[in-house]
């Protein structure tokens, strides 16, 4: 892997034609020995198809990153256009848009008063219990992930994984652009560790898989607790068969597929229940603290299904479409009490919020965050 800029050693950009590449050649005095290397690597159509593979230019937390757009993630950082600059602007606008409007559509919904009750009334130390549950979870969360990195042979210690695993969620829920900490993870591993870009895209998409798929587990197993679902012909049996027969073509697909990243898969999956219990737990542990005494299973299940919405990138860090789930599966699914749904949702993400602000800390001291790489791969 490079870390030299061809693209812009030669002045041109990534859509470069090889005409393009030989004209802008020739427009240099004076040949450098980096003018030459990108030369000879970008007029060649194989060394330059394995370059733009591996190449990644300097990151910016302010773009937007979808773990899913590798593309954006590995392609030359050329300098941003006004153009560009409006698309960030008219994104990050409808961010805060779609965000605002939601949680306007949700508190004109509840009653204020009974929420004040709800938080002046709240036990601190069930909060604090929720908020230590959930720095658990966050701790399996970082060891799954590492399982997955084992799968391709990236092998790194824990103490720079959970401090990377921290940064990343410090990006994902502070910063409105997008999801940076995935793209910020595929950066610097693609740096420190010269792994190629995609297979640690692909390590951290099968990451949130096995997430997605013990939300599904768990929400199989509280399905058993909700006869109300019956009259939408959803049942336990039901459940069940749907839930195990795409499991089965989940594990069919990516050993098929994908079997680099498969040899830890039971392990991962294993820790990927693990997290989501917690959060569960953390929820639990909230409604204790709001001494809530009546039933549990429905507001567990609303909070799993915001979860899946939480990753939608059209708000700030998810809020707004988790609580706006969160309150109608609850009132209008099981016509219990919404206002307590709202406050569950917004306690969620403030502790969410809590934790994740211990990564700005590495954005500050970067010397922090690698201390424990080998010195031959610190930056």
Do not use: C
Not at 66 to 88: F, G, R, S, Y
Not at 89 to 113: E, M, P, Q, R
Not at 294 to 302: R, V
Request: hydrophobic share 50%.
């Amino acid at each position: 892997m490079m870390d030299k800029d061809y693209y812009g050693i030669l002045g041109i950009d990534s859509s470069a034609t090889t005409d393009d590449i030989a004209q802008a050649y020739r427009n240099i005095t004076a040949i450098t020995p980096d003018v030459e290397e990108a030369y000879q690597t970008l007029n060649d159509p194989e060394k330059r198809r394995l370059y733009d593979e591996d190449y990644i230019g300097d990151f910016d937390p302010s773009d937007s990153y979808l773990v899913e757009d590798l593309e954006t993630i590995t392609a030359e950082k050329k300098p941003k256009t006004l153009k560009d600059k409006l698309w960030n602007i008219a994104k990050l606008l409808l961010k805060i848009g779609v965000t605002g409007l939601l949680l306007y559509y949700v508190f004109s919904k509840i009653h204020i008063d009974q929420v004040k009750t709800l938080l002046s009334e709240s036990n601190p130390w069930w909060g604090l219990a929720a908020v230590l549950t959930f720095f658990a979870s966050t701790m399996v969360s970082a060891s799954r992930l590492m399982s997955f990195f084992k799968s391709i042979d990236l092998h790194i210690r824990w103490q720079f994984n959970l401090r990377l695993y921290m940064l990343g969620m410090f990006y994902n829920l502070f910063l409105p652009g997008g999801i940076g900490g995935d793209g910020y993870k595929i950066y610097l591993l693609n740096k420190s560790y010269k792994m190629p870009a995609k297979k640690v895209f692909w390590a951290i998409l099968f990451d949130r898989l096995s997430g997605f798929w013990a939300i599904g587990f768990i929400t199989a197993v509280l399905v058993i607790f909700l006869p109300q679902l019956k009259v939408l012909h959803i049942t336990p049996v039901i459940t069940w068969a749907v839930f195990l027969v795409a499991s089965v073509v989940y594990y069919f697909v990516a050993h098929r597929f994908f079997k680099d990243y498969t040899k830890h898969f039971i392990e991962a999956h294993i820790k990927a229940i693990g997290v989501q219990s917690l959060q569960v737990l953390t929820i639990l542990l909230v409604m204790v603290a709001l001494h809530h005494t009546d039933k549990y299973a429905p507001y567990l299940s609303a909070f799993l299904a915001s979860s899946m919405a939480a990753v939608i990138p059209f708000s700030v860090g998810g809020l707004g479409f988790r609580e706006f789930i969160f309150k109608y599966v609850v009132a209008e699914m099981f016509h219990l009490n919404g206002d307590l749904a709202v406050v569950l949702s917004l306690s969620f993400y403030v502790i969410s919020a809590i934790v994740s602000l211990l990564g700005i800390y590495y954005v500050f001291r970067m010397d922090k965050l690698d201390k424990d790489l080998p010195a031959t791969e610190k930056k």
